[in-house]
């Protein structure tokens, strides 16, 4: 019982924290909470985020609004990265082959330069290596390679992206969002 209300406190202050109209009052919370956020990252509204405390967020990162954050298992984003809206990184799933629907964690790991585009999904143990782009709508349930392009279900590599970024998606957004 004791965690049952536990949860459902930590579900509604989630709930209220990304309804905040400040991108620098949800990062104050959401660091209090315990999750690591780089300097100049945004983090935009009506986000749902499972376990802060085990979340890290690089520098120059761009957090797209309805992001879920399934931090249970661990989640690694580096610097100058882009989560488009309505992604969703997981990190606990049920084995269907168990029994009693056993649970399995692990960690997801976003490289620096890495763009996960809207509504992506990525399941748990991925690594997104650095550079890479995941289209809109791919589901990612296998690590990639450096600078290149994932779409589809299951995401498949289709493309190269170019060695030379330098890009920050932070630059220009406006802190009341």
Same mark, same amino acid.
């Given at each position: ?56 967020? +690089? ?14 298992? +661990? ?61 809109? +709508? ?13 779409? +589809? ?25």
């Amino acid at each position: 019982m004791k965690s049952l209300i536990y949860g459902l406190q930590f579900y509604l202050l989630n709930f209220i924290i990304s309804y905040f109209p400040s991108q620098s009052l949800r990062k104050i919370i959401l660091k209090i909470l315990g999750m690591k956020i780089g300097s100049n990252s945004a983090v935009y509204g009506k986000f749902e985020i499972r376990n802060p405390w085990k979340i890290s967020i +690089g520098k120059n990162t761009s957090i797209g609004h309805r992001a879920t954050f399934d931090g249970r298992g +661990g989640i690694l984003i580096g610097n100058n990265v882009n989560i488009s809206s309505e992604v969703m990184i997981w990190t606990w799933q049920h084995d269907y082959n168990s029994e009693f629907f056993k649970i399995t964690s692990a960690p997801v790991i976003i490289k620096d330069y890495s763009w996960i585009s809207a509504r992506a999904i990525l399941l748990p143990g991925v690594t997104v290596a650095e550079g890479c782009v995941i289209a809109a +709508g791919a589901v990612l349930t296998k690590s990639t390679e450096p600078y290149s392009i994932y779409a +589809g279900v299951p995401a498949k590599k289709i493309g190269e992206r170019s060695k030379t970024l330098s890009y920050n998606p932070v630059e220009g957004i406006i802190p009341f969002i």
